[in-house]
Structures are given as structure tokens and as C-alpha cells.
């Protein structure tokens, strides 16, 4: 899947989803990346290849998360949020 189709997708489901939107979350789509922020505060960035979403926190350079599966992505996204 190319990776452009990915990170829509995934921003489709972040917005789609009740709590990430209530809490006030936006999630930022540009051509090859899609930025997590919430009250002007970047929390994290997810890139993605043609097999995976790859997550990297704000204020990190290397990547902490890795998964094929959309729904994992998700669900790592509102739980990594939620700790912060």
C-alpha cells in the first residue's frame, strides 16, 4: 500500500475516533507524514512505507513504534497520547 493511502487512512480513523477528537487532538496530514498535535503541541509523528506505520514521539529522532496493522496503529496513538 502506498504510503500516502496509509497515513490517510489512519487520519480517517483518528478523526473518526470519539475520545482523540473530544480531547481535543488534530491529526495534521501532509504528502509524507502525519503530525499528532493538540493545543498548538506537536505529540508525535507517523510516517509510513509501503509495510508499515512507524511512530516517533515529539522531541525523539528515532522511531519507537512499528506496526503493519491499522488498528494497532490506533490504538498505540490514543494510548501513547493518553500517558502525556
Avoid at 490504538?75 to 501513547?80: D, F, G, P, S, V
Amino acid at each position: 500500500m502506498k504510503k500516502a493511502v496509509r497515513l490517510g487512512l489512519l487520519a480517517e480513523a483518528l478523526q473518526g475516533d470519539e475520545s482523540f477528537v473530544q480531547l481535543g487532538f488534530l491529526a495534521k496530514k501532509s504528502a509524507d507524514r502525519l503530525l499528532i498535535e493538540r493545543d498548538g503541541h506537536l505529540r508525535g509523528i507517523w510516517t509510513a512505507d509501503k509495510e508499515a506505520y512507524v511512530w516517533t514521539a515529539a522531541g525523539y529522532t528515532q522511531p519507537s513504534f512499528r506496526t503493519a496493522l491499522l488498528p494497532e496503529a490506533l490504538k498505540y496513538t490514543l494510548i501513547e497520547i493518553a500517558r502525556h
